[in-house]
């Protein structure tokens, strides 16, 4: 620092340090609700889990971490990889990929649909999208499960249509926490497709067409290209979630069928074991920002780059 | 609601055709069906004798210059100008080969890998032209596609669709509302008005020899007088003015003028009559309006009526007629035609 400072530059040092001071607060929440929390897990899955749960403090100890990925043989001390987590962890990441693709293919023609409608009657249609939000998530995921159970109304249906002679098991499956997400998750896929879809200019559209491009090219070509940037968001917000799912595989799943939210909930429940817990906590927000940082990559890759 | 009525229309192989008329006369639903992109409640559309108002846009040797150019924006110049050859199925080669005669024809090679976004509103133009002509259309249908550039580049862009044009030979259907446009580009033209033909004809025979009121009102300055038919014999009827003067006039084809009728002199057709040349009429001059290349007078007629000459500045100064004259009107032979009622 020099001594010699010109008048001009004090007072823009002053008002430097006048502006940190007045976004002090704002500093102070985010650190509050964002970081401090995140901190206090990467520091508790680096202790020594406690008795009772909870962590020794100040006792350091990677065992949590190690448990994550491996686990040790009960009788000696030879470890192979815990295949247990290992396997949620993978099913997690396909019931979520194949959650968002569900989400994209059924929330795509609705989105369409939607903004395809004269602007009067638009809004009525994102409203209605918009009503399971009303209702808690606990007890839209009840309903779903009124739905497919043995006697519930999608076996009902279909037995009484004469397609399937007795019920299909459908609870307590992979396919009753495909459904459910898909079901839950849907708005969050089809509002921001509806955003963008809307704002597609249907003169290109009228455009492929006269230029020899089908319904088919006209969609692949020019439709989807443009709307990426609605795919790209619809995909986060519901892949995100799905991800760390707990109600949805907790009611429908069952024991058998637990996701990545689940595992986790046991190491701070039942398991007692919350340096672990810690861990695949980061570990799947991790999982969570490689599947992004891909799928963005790839995607603005395929053409949605230049919009 | 009809928005098009009694469409009986046949258009020329080469030829550049211009749909003119003000907006909402049905000039752009018209191309719509020819496109494709709407279907007529009734009626044909026959391209080489074949009805095609049945087939979806994707079927038709049609292409369309759009008014807003719609380019797509997430493809470069040439991915633009190739997309329809793609989609027809055409080997990679031939397309390239295509796109770049395209390039060369509107003169936009160096532009070739640009992102549509990067380049400015009159090369949009260019790319939209060549991305509608590289699939050899058998009709090309250009949307109003010069309303959104200037002045300048607008001339321009006039001479160019032309020789384009002409070097083609494709079939040109030009909609716009610009009558200058109209007149400077097409082999034909066709007025509409209220989703109906008004007069279909050369720019000659549009200009000269309006049909009717609307037509002679919406193309250039007019002046309309009354008249009574005295005789007709031929292509040629004799009138009589309201000054008592008995001028020939044209008429439409297939009308036999008769009673009261309306004719219409062009202002530049008239001229103030010399110390010796024969009057039709006279008038007092009300305003003498000075334009540079020409000079308008307004006449007052004795019934009433308002005469106007546009008479060239063939000469610098002052034009020597100053308001409150009472002068007369002379007509080149041959300049007045009756109007269809």
């Known amino acids: ?307 | 609601m009809t928005a098009l009525d009694g469409i009986n229309l046949t258009i020329r192989e080469n030829e550049f055709f211009t749909l003119l008329g003000p907006s909402g006369c049905g000039k752009t639903t018209l191309l719509r069906l020819i496109a494709g992109f709407d279907f007529p409640t009734t009626g044909e559309i026959l391209l080489h004798g074949e009805d095609i108002a049945p087939l979806p846009p994707f079927k038709r040797p049609v292409n369309t210059v759009f008014q807003s150019y719609a380019l797509f924006p997430h493809m470069t110049v040439a991915e633009n100008i190739g997309f329809g050859l793609k989609m027809l199925g055409k080997p990679a080669a031939e397309v390239k080969a295509r796109v770049d005669e395209m390039l060369e024809l509107v003169h936009m090679v160096p532009m070739r890998d640009r992102q549509v976004s990067q380049i400015s509103g009159g090369q949009q133009q260019r790319v939209a032209l060549a991305r509608a002509l590289a699939p050899k259309p058998k009709v090309l249908l250009l949307d109003e596609p010069l309303s959104a550039l200037d002045y300048k580049l607008r001339k321009e862009m006039q001479i160019e669709l032309k020789r384009v044009q002409a070097e083609t030979g494709i079939t040109f259907i030009f909609v716009t509302h610009d009558q200058e446009e109209a007149l400077t580009m097409s082999d034909r033209i066709a007025v509409m008005s209220t989703g109906s033909l008004r007069q279909v004809g050369s720019p000659w025979d549009i200009y000269d020899r309006p049909a009717e009121r609307f037509v002679a009102d919406f193309i250039g300055e007019t002046n309309f007088l009354e008249a009574d038919v005295l005789s007709v014999e031929g292509d040629r009827a004799r009138v009589r003015l309201a000054s008592g003067t008995e001028i020939p006039a044209t008429f439409p084809d297939q009308t036999t003028p008769s009673g009261k009728v309306t004719v219409v002199i062009r202002p530049e057709h008239a001229r103030i009559a010399g110390p010796d040349s024969a009057s039709v009429q006279s008038g007092t001059v009300e305003t003498v309006v000075y334009l540079g290349t020409d000079t308008h007078i307004h006449i007052r007629l004795g019934d009433g009526a308002l005469f106007m000459i546009r008479q060239q500045n063939a000469r610098s100064g002052h034009c020597g007629i100053t308001e409150g004259d009472t002068v007369g009107i002379e007509l080149s032979d041959d300049v007045a035609q009756i109007l269809r009622d």
């Open chain 1, 1 to 307: 620092m020099s001594a010699m400072k010109t008048a001009p530059e004090n007072a823009r040092s002053r008002d430097i340090k006048n502006r940190w001071l007045l976004s002090l607060p704002a500093l102070l929440i985010i650190f509050i609700a964002a970081a401090g929390p995140l901190l206090v897990m990467l520091l508790y899955s680096f202790m020594a889990k406690g008795d009772y749960g909870d962590v020794k403090f100040g006792e350091f100890s990677s065992e949590g971490w190690f448990s994550v990925f491996f686990q040790r043989d009960m009788f000696d001390d030879t470890f192979g990889l815990a295949t247990a987590h290992l396997s949620i962890i993978w099913r997690s990441l396909q019931l979520s990929f194949f959650t968002t693709l569900l989400t994209v293919i059924l929330g795509f023609p609705t989105a369409y649909f939607i903004a395809t409608r004269p602007p009067s009657t638009r809004e009525i249609w994102v409203f209605l999208v918009t009503i399971p939000f009303w209702t808690n998530l606990l007890i839209r995921t009840f309903a779903m499960q009124q739905v497919i159970r043995n006697e519930g109304l999608l076996n009902n249906a279909l037995i009484w249509l004469g397609v399937i002679s007795s019920p299909l098991q459908i609870m307590y499956t992979d396919t009753a926490n495909l459904l459910g997400m898909t079901y839950v998750y849907l708005p969050l896929m089809v509002l921001p497709l509806y955003a963008s879809i809307e704002k597609l200019d249907f003169r290109l559209v009228e455009a492929g067409y006269d230029l020899y491009a089908n319904r088919f090219q006209v969609l692949r070509r020019i439709v989807i290209p443009l709307v990426m940037p609605g795919i790209i968001a619809g995909s986060i917000l519901v892949f995100i979630p799905s991800l760390g799912a707990y109600v949805i595989p907790r009611v429908l799943g069952g024991g058998k069928n637990m996701m990545l939210g689940n595992l986790i909930e046991m190491q701070f429940g039942a398991g007692r074991n919350w340096p672990l817990g810690a861990a695949m906590s980061i570990t799947l927000m991790a999982l969570v920002m490689i599947a992004l940082i891909f799928y963005v990559r790839n995607a603005s890759r395929s053409g949605a780059g230049h919009v």
